[in-house]
């Protein structure tokens, strides 16, 4: 099972052109886990890994017709990958071809 998902943005897909990808991470997992994993999974040779983590945002919820509460929604964090030069991932090349189409 694999608990790292590709983070596809209009952001990501400019930086993929950089050679630079972004992955949304569980909260434990190491640099150097998530550079193995990526470089199991696509079969690419990454150079550098950089964590940083995203706090959630606070927003209002009615709770009742007068009372409202403050809901947290939970932070993410997030990975870029950079790979070496000439390396690429299949599945924002995919994407960035289905956006340059429409």
Do not use: D, W
């Amino acid at each position: 099972m694999n608990l790292i998902s590709a983070h596809k943005t209009e952001k990501c897909l400019a930086l993929s052109q950089q050679g630079t990808y972004m992955f949304q991470v569980p909260a434990g997992l190491s640099k150097q886990a998530i550079k193995a994993s990526i470089e199991q999974e696509f079969k690419v040779k990454v150079t550098g890994v950089t964590v940083t983590v995203r706090k959630g945002k606070v927003s209002r919820k009615m709770v009742t017709k007068r009372k409202a509460a403050n809901v947290t929604r939970p932070n993410t964090r997030l990975a870029y990958v950079h790979l070496a030069a000439g390396q690429t991932i299949p599945m924002f090349e995919e994407e960035k071809a289905k956006k340059e189409e429409a």
